[in-house]
Structure formats: C-alpha cells, structure tokens
C-alpha cells in the first residue's frame, strides 16, 4: 500500500486536461486512507478548497457530512478507523457554469481497485453521490432512487447525497433521510468508532 499511495500522489494522467480548464491547475491527488481502516468514504472528488488544503472535506461540505455521520473532526480525519477514497483524487475544475466538473473517469479505472484492495478491514461503507453509487452498487438508479432504497444496502453499506450546500433544497424535500436514515447511520457509526 505505500508503493501505492507514492504512486497515486505522483499521478499526473490528467495534466493536460486540468491545464485546460479556467483555473489550469496542476494535479495534487489528496490521499486519505490507511490500510486497517473500518469505516469507507467513498466520496466525489476534492473542490478547490480541498485542492488548496491537500485535506479532504475541509469546507462546509466536510462539516455537514460529520454532522450526518455524528463524527468529531478528530474522528473523522483518523485515519487509522477512517478512509477517505473519492472517485477522482484532484480537483477536477469548474465548468462554464462555475460548477465543479465530473471526476475524471481515468481515476477511477486506474486506482480504485487496487486501493479498495488493500483496504480489506471496512465493515461501513458510505456511498456519497451518484459517481459513487454507480461505482459501488452497480446501479443505474438517481441518487433520490438510490438513497431512498438505503435499507436495501444497510447495515453495511449507506448511499447518501453530497453534503453539499447545493442540496439544501434536497434535504428539505426529503425529510425522512434525517428522521430515518441518518439515526441509523450514526448507530452503525458508533459501533464502528469505538
Ligand atoms: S484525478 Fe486521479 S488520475 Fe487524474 S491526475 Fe489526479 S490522481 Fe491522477
């Protein structure tokens, strides 16, 4: 695994299309996880702030996500119990829009199997957005779909939204992932943090 992760941090398979976007940044693979870990991230991919810090989730998303998980910051950025393994390691960039691009599939297909490989000790996986999803569950479902249908994959798997602040509106729509899911979620966070 230490081949491994001086590998991923070197990785620079997509140079040329970050380069190619308004901030033509470089690649900076955020790297968080050990082996040993019980409990999965399987995140998105890291924003500009993420990018800027080399800290997975330090921004408002982060927060938001260790409130549904009921983690402290200490907890969260363990990495001896917490692994934290997005679809892509980089900021991808914004689109015209201002909104961040997909994570670059390259990633994936290059790195994932071989990290989650080596990760052979996770009992929770938490599935956050569609990419995820996809990847784990093999689904073909949108992200409402699949997080409503969580009982299908609990106690050991959770599908969630991104914490973003972009899904605030989703979370008011939906009010039984906080009533329903999220209690159970924390419970099963718990069994696994102590
Ligand atoms: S996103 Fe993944 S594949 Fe692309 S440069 Fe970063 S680590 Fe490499």
Redesign the pocket.
Known sequence: MDALCTD?RA?????DRFAATATRHR?N?VVWFKPGARVLIASQAPGLRVHEANTPFWDQSGRRLRDWLGMTEDEFYDRERVAIVPM???FPGYDAKGSDLPP?P??AR??RAPILEGLDTIRLTILIGGYAQKWHLGTKQGVTDTVAGWRDHAPHTFPLPHPSWRNTAWLKRNSWFETELLPVLRARVREEME
Not at 11 to 15: D, F, S, Y
């Open positions: 991923l990785c620079t398979l997509c140079a690649p693979p892509a390691f980089c670059p390259v990633c290059t790195w």
